[in-house]
């Protein structure tokens, strides 16, 4: 089976004049067959996120107008609009709308179900949405509405903008991507009110960004992100949220934006493999965005230097959102309207610069979590999820049932690169369950093909393993599909394991459970509502990849050894002396530096391709 939301690579889109221009026709052709004799250009299956999208075909059919000039596109555009301001601005409250802080105020806002009371917790984001498609409406209306019909407009933005800043709390939801998309309405709108008003309206959205959103970001992996729905980062808001960081800067040339999407933007790329596989959030797992990503994506991996584009996004949504029937929905349409006018182009080749939380050469991939510990691992064009065993979670090695690798002291990280081969040492103080003190040194090397781990432990009682990972997808063309199985060797014993019971907390890789769907039940609230990544932590054990000790390790040693991807015999060697472990494979030689490391406690490691003569010493990497 596939998966359903990771698709193809964004930047795989064409995104030429040419191709923006035939979207918005297939656009123009659909809304004038929909439009209904009261100017409705909802889809006639919405029910949810409805209060914005007839308000969002509408900027499209205007841009659509000041690109392309159809004569049909001007009544429409004035009908459509009129139709919002009738039937679509309310200003009696919704009953049952928790987040009021004026009761009675009669300001404007949108409805998330337009039902009174039928699900008014969405109306806050909905109210940012229909801001944002009316000041996009109001910046293409020259030339398309009359004076009266501007002035409503501006009046009901404005309205808008008071409900969210001064009727409600703001930011309800602990939403990154709504929060930074309300501050975008206000910036967008001031420039259409009179100088001292508009000056205001800019003042308080940069204030509510310094003081609300960026005072409030969380750490994760070294990086200060916006909090998204009570986590650090969600893979299908996150890039939500960098294009609206993208879009402010943009507009309001405050280099804080640029700051901060650059810091979004390089801590996408460490957590992203080069496949552009993604997984975990706090509100969604693995659904995907789609076009509401490519703004952001685009237009930061120039300034970064990278190949954010690669990205794998919901392609379905590749243009504009759509209904299930492909029906063109105008939820969201304003990043299609200013993707469409940014000029950035797309930067598609990899960052050069190593950094602390990921390793990545070729067609191979790790991305480390918090702890320095593989999130997740591509080879091969195969995706490897940490695996679950007895409740604990992780890569590394495993005795008597209990996983070594939560740090009790600082990780130490050393990169490497010598003779086409990219390598990180990383060197992790851990407790046994003894709690005697174990030093965890794991070694990744790659040629950009395949991928050697080398872990290396104090001497372990009982049948110590490594626990290897859990195979989860794998590239399939444009798609991702679910597989159960990887190409991995190992110098010890290998066994691929399956759970023997059933339940909730159980994951068989060989079953057709997603992991979002697997997360979901085991989190604590719904689906859509709950927390995947912690449910995703309440398994007991998965699917897994075992490694045996490897064979010939010095005394007083377990030494682990695997190979992920292709590859002829594996035999590594393996020999200790004052320099520290030396490990030998088919591809290169390295040294990993003794657990004291050097002068400065950092572990040292020295790497020789097959053609080298001598050593090659790294000094740290600090990041």
């Given at each position: 089976?596939?998966?359903?939301?990771?698709?193809?690579?964004?930047?795989?889109?064409?995104?030429?004049?040419?191709?923006?221009?035939?979207?918005?026709?297939?656009?123009?052709?659909?809304?004038?067959?929909?439009?209904?004799?009261?100017?409705?250009?909802e889809?006639?299956?919405?029910?949810?996120?409805?209060?914005?999208?007839?308000?969002?075909?509408?900027?499209?059919?205007?841009?659509?107008?000041?690109?392309?000039?159809?004569?049909?596109?001007?009544?429409?555009?004035?009908?459509?609009?009129?139709?919002?301001?009738?039937?679509?601005v309310?200003?009696?409250?919704?009953?049952?709308?928790?987040?009021?802080?004026?009761?009675?105020?009669?300001?404007?806002?949108?409805?998330?179900?337009?039902?009174?009371?039928?699900?008014?917790?969405?109306?806050?984001?909905?109210?940012?949405?229909?801001?944002?498609?009316?000041?996009?409406?109001?910046?293409?209306?020259?030339?398309?509405?009359?004076?009266?019909?501007?002035?409503?407009?501006?009046?009901?933005?404005?309205?808008?903008?008071?409900?969210?800043?001064?009727?409600?709390?703001?930011?309800?939801?602990?939403?990154?991507?709504?929060?930074?998309g309300?501050?975008?309405?206000?910036?967008?709108?001031?420039?259409h009110?009179?100088?001292?008003?508009?000056?205001?309206?800019?003042?308080?959205?940069l204030?509510?960004?310094?003081?609300?959103?960026?005072?409030?970001?969380?750490?994760?992996?070294?990086?200060?992100?916006?909090?998204?729905?009570?986590?650090?980062?969600?893979?299908?808001?996150?890039?939500?949220?960098?294009?609206?960081?993208a879009?402010?800067?943009?507009?309001?040339?405050?280099?804080?934006?640029?700051?901060?999407?650059?810091?979004?933007?390089?801590?996408?790329?460490?957590?992203?493999?080069?496949?552009?596989?993604?997984?975990?959030?706090?509100?969604?797992?693995?659904?995907?965005?789609?076009?509401?990503?490519?703004?952001?994506?685009?237009?930061?991996?120039?300034?970064?230097?990278?190949?954010?584009?690669?990205?794998?996004?919901?392609?379905?949504?590749?243009?504009?959102?759509?209904?299930?029937d492909?029906?063109?929905?105008?939820?969201?349409?304003?990043?299609?309207?200013?993707?469409?006018?940014?000029?950035?182009?797309?930067?598609r080749?990899?960052?050069?610069?190593?950094?602390?939380?990921?390793?990545?050469?070729?067609t191979?991939?790790?991305?480390?979590?918090?702890?320095?510990?593989?999130?997740?691992?591509?080879?091969?064009?195969?995706y490897?999820?940490?695996?679950?065993?007895?409740?604990?979670?992780?890569?590394?090695?495993?005795?008597?049932?209990?996983?070594?690798c939560?740090?009790?002291?600082?990780?130490?990280?050393?990169?490497?690169?010598?003779?086409?081969?990219?390598?990180?040492?990383?060197?992790?103080?851990?407790?046994?369950?003894?709690?005697?003190?174990?030093?965890?040194?794991?070694?990744?090397?790659?040629?950009?093909?395949?991928?050697?781990?080398?872990?290396?432990?104090?001497?372990?009682?009982?049948?110590?393993?490594?626990?290897?990972?859990?195979p989860?997808?794998?590239?399939?063309?444009?798609?991702?599909?679910?597989?159960?199985?990887?190409?991995?060797?190992?110098?010890?014993?290998?066994?691929?394991?399956?759970?023997?019971?059933?339940?909730a907390?159980?994951?068989?890789?060989?079953?057709?459970?997603?992991?979002?769907?697997?997360?979901?039940?085991?989190?604590?609230?719904?689906?859509?509502?709950?927390?995947?990544?912690?449910?995703?932590?309440?398994?007991?054990?998965?699917?897994?990849?075992?490694a045996?000790?490897?064979?010939?390790?010095?005394?007083?040693?377990?030494?682990f050894?695997?190979?992920?991807?292709?590859?002829?015999?594996?035999?590594?060697?393996?020999?200790?002396?004052?320099?520290?472990?030396?490990?030998?494979?088919?591809?290169?030689?390295?040294?990993?530096?003794?657990?004291?490391?050097?002068?400065?406690?950092?572990?040292?490691?020295?790497?020789?391709?097959?053609?080298?003569?001598?050593?090659r010493?790294r000094?740290?990497?600090?990041?």
């Amino acid at each position: 089976m596939h998966l359903p939301y990771q698709r193809g690579p964004l930047h795989d889109l064409p995104d030429s004049a040419q191709a923006y221009d035939a979207v918005l026709a297939d656009v123009t052709e659909q809304a004038l067959a929909r439009i209904t004799p009261e100017g409705s250009l909802e889809h006639p299956d919405a029910f949810l996120d409805i209060g914005d999208t007839s308000l969002g075909v509408t900027s499209l059919l205007a841009l659509a107008w000041q690109r392309g000039g159809d004569p049909r596109l001007p009544p429409a555009v004035r009908r459509s609009l009129a139709f919002h301001l009738r039937e679509r601005v309310y200003t009696e409250d919704n009953p049952g709308y928790p987040n009021l802080t004026v009761r009675n105020s009669r300001l404007p806002y949108a409805r998330y179900v337009l039902e009174p009371g039928a699900h008014p917790i969405g109306d806050w984001p909905s109210t940012v949405w229909a801001l944002l498609q009316a000041v996009d409406v109001l910046d293409l209306a020259d030339g398309l509405v009359d004076d009266a019909q501007r002035a409503a407009l501006t009046e009901v933005a404005h309205g808008y903008w008071r409900w969210l800043t001064e009727a409600t709390f703001f930011n309800p939801q602990d939403a990154g991507n709504q929060a930074i998309g309300c501050v975008v309405g206000g910036l967008l709108l001031a420039r259409h009110l009179p100088p001292a008003q508009g000056e205001s309206v800019r003042s308080r959205a940069l204030a509510l960004y310094t003081e609300r959103i960026r005072a409030h970001r969380v750490r994760d992996r070294g990086a200060l992100l916006p909090p998204e729905h009570g986590g650090a980062y969600d893979n299908n808001y996150g890039p939500i949220a960098l294009s609206f960081l993208a879009q402010a800067h943009r507009i309001s040339g405050a280099a804080v934006f640029a700051e901060d999407g650059d810091t979004l933007a390089r801590y996408l790329d460490a957590r992203l493999p080069g496949g552009g596989f993604d997984i975990g959030g706090p509100r969604y797992s693995e659904q995907h965005s789609g076009f509401e990503s490519v703004l952001g994506l685009r237009y930061f991996s120039g300034r970064i230097g990278s190949d954010l584009g690669r990205y794998r996004g919901d392609t379905r949504w590749g243009r504009h959102a759509v209904q299930p029937d492909g029906g063109v929905d105008g939820h969201f349409a304003w990043m299609l309207v200013w993707q469409i006018q940014d000029t950035s182009r797309w930067h598609r080749t990899p960052s050069a610069r190593p950094v602390r939380h990921q390793l990545r050469a070729g067609t191979v991939s790790v991305a480390f979590d918090d702890r320095m510990t593989p999130s997740l691992i591509e080879a091969a064009g195969t995706y490897y999820l940490p695996a679950a065993v007895d409740r604990r979670h992780g890569f590394g090695p495993v005795a008597d049932g209990f996983l070594l690798c939560r740090p009790m002291g600082r990780v130490r990280v050393r990169d490497a690169r010598a003779a086409g081969l990219t390598a990180k040492l990383v060197g992790t103080p851990a407790v046994d369950r003894d709690h005697v003190l174990r030093h965890v040194r794991s070694l990744y090397v790659t040629d950009g093909t395949s991928l050697w781990v080398t872990v290396a432990v104090e001497r372990l009682a009982g049948a110590p393993y490594l626990l290897a990972g859990l195979p989860y997808a794998a590239d399939d063309g444009d798609r991702v599909r679910r597989v159960a199985h990887g190409e991995v060797v190992s110098a010890g014993g290998l066994r691929l394991t399956h759970p023997t019971g059933g339940g909730a907390d159980v994951f068989d890789a060989r079953g057709e459970l997603t992991q979002e769907q697997a997360a979901f039940a085991l989190a604590a609230d719904p689906r859509g509502y709950g927390n995947p990544d912690a449910g995703w932590q309440h398994l007991v054990t998965t699917s897994a990849f075992e490694a045996g000790p490897a064979p010939g390790a010095p005394q007083g040693l377990h030494v682990f050894a695997v190979r992920y991807g292709p590859g002829g015999p594996f035999a590594p060697a393996f020999a200790a002396g004052d320099d520290g472990l030396t490990v030998r494979t088919e591809a290169f030689t390295a040294v990993i530096g003794p657990v004291a490391g050097d002068a400065h406690g950092e572990p040292v490691l020295i790497l020789r391709g097959p053609g080298e003569d001598q050593p090659r010493l790294r000094r740290p990497h600090h990041a």
